[in-house]
């Protein structure tokens, strides 16, 4: 890849390489955009076959996370991490101690917090070496891990996509299809069951599949066969670039609206669901969840519970307006979501200019 002029395309600002041969750490920091405010997103850490395959992720994560934030009415810019390693088998403390010097190093422009294969353990340790982590444990008068709130934002814009769909937003008796029941998939799994919508579930880690058919009683089938199941509701929660040419054609459901982030695996797929007639609830809109709720840590009055629950449950008025605009303009939610938040940064960035002139 020649880094420099992709970041050129998508308008990146900073892509930092961080090597600490002592503990074994290769990772990735890229800073896609803080137009609107520090760039707030989590560490991955992945068995990434390659470098570029590590590069590739962590460009698209951040660039979402801009979007992110930017449709959540956010002050806070776009960043992510990865680390290149095996969570299972490289976690251990001097790892994220030496990441967290290199989080430091860049003063406040990036603030880290959790993704896929890191925990709030791991955030602790970070917190030794930089102030620039938010999603720690609920002790330390943080907001704890993002997960129950990003499933209660997910859970809120399935509603509001049921609603446009079939004219009522209760769920009951909704067949919902879930792709990965890990800590976001999980508690998601847990609200779509009390609203009496009826589950099936698959997982590539057996134990987390076990664990939802056990404690929760929902059926579960092999990870090559969620896309065939008739569902009124298809919820990816695992990983990204999942919607694409050969897995569309095979999905029944109406609504496509899930956790994970980059669903989409281009662009396009966003308009062939919407050619399709299936409504897509664009990926960074409703999996904001997570960074409205550590966003509350960063304000001066601190995390606030209840204000929390509140700007979650909006994730269904967000929902509606994105919809609201696909529908008056006659494109995809996906190209609405994205027009959306890129107006509000080109505004930021007006702003910002006349301020400091
Ligand atoms: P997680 O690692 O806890 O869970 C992901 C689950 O998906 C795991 O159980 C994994 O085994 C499973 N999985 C992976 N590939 C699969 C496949 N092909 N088929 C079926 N299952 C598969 O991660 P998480 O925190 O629950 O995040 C899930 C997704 O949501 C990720 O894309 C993440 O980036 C996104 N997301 C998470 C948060 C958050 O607060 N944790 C916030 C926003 C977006």
């Not at 900073?14 to 137009?35: E, K, P, S, Y």
């Not at 251990?92 to 290199?102: D, H």
């Not at 129950?148 to 814009?157: K, L, M, S």
Request: charged share 25%; proline share 3%.
């Amino acid at each position: 890849m020649n880094i420099l002029d992709y970041m050129g395309a998508y308008d990146y600002e900073q892509v930092v390489f961080c090597r600490d041969a002592g503990v074994g750490l290769r990772a990735i920091i890229a800073i896609h955009d803080t137009t609107l405010g520090p760039a707030l997103g989590g560490i991955r850490m992945w068995p990434y076959a390659t470098e570029e395959e590590a590069l590739t992720d962590v460009l698209r994560l951040a660039r979402a996370m801009t979007y992110k934030s930017a449709a959540a009415g956010l002050h806070l810019g776009g960043g992510k991490a990865v680390i290149m390693g095996d969570p299972q088998r490289d976690r251990n403390e001097a790892l994220f101690l030496s990441f967290g010097r290199f989080v430091e190093s860049l003063g406040g422009r990036y603030i880290t917090t959790e993704d896929v294969g890191v925990t709030v353990r791991d955030l602790e340790w970070v917190s030794q070496e930089t102030s620039h982590v938010t999603g720690l444990p609920i002790e330390a008068g943080s907001s704890g891990d993002p997960s129950p709130a990003t499933a209660f934002g997910v859970y809120n814009g399935i509603r509001a996509c049921c609603q446009e769909v079939y004219g009522t937003d209760s769920l009951k008796g909704l067949r919902i299809a879930l792709q990965g029941v890990g800590k976001v998939g999980y508690h998601l799994a847990q609200h779509l069951r009390e609203a009496g919508a009826m589950l099936t579930v698959a997982d590539i880690n057996e134990a987390a599949a076990r664990r939802v058919k056990e404690e929760l009683g929902i059926p579960v089938v092999p990870a090559r066969d969620i896309y065939d199941v008739d569902c009124d509701i298809f919820s990816p929660c695992a990983l990204g670039g999942v919607i694409h040419d050969e897995t569309i054609p095979r999905l029944k459901a109406k609504i496509v609206a899930g956790a994970a982030n980059n669903q989409l695996l281009e662009g396009r797929h966003g308009d062939e669901l919407a050619r399709r007639g299936i409504l897509y609830a664009p990926d960074y809109v409703i999996n904001g969840g997570g960074v409205i709720n550590l966003a509350l840590e960063l304000t001066p009055a601190g995390y606030d519970e209840e204000l929390a629950h509140s700007r979650l449950e909006g994730i269904y008025d967000t929902i509606q307006r994105v919809i609201a605009r696909a529908k008056k303009e006659a494109i995809s939610t996906a190209r609405a979501a994205d027009l959306q938040a890129e107006e509000r940064i080109a505004a930021a960035r007006r702003i910002k200019r006349l301020y400091l002139e």
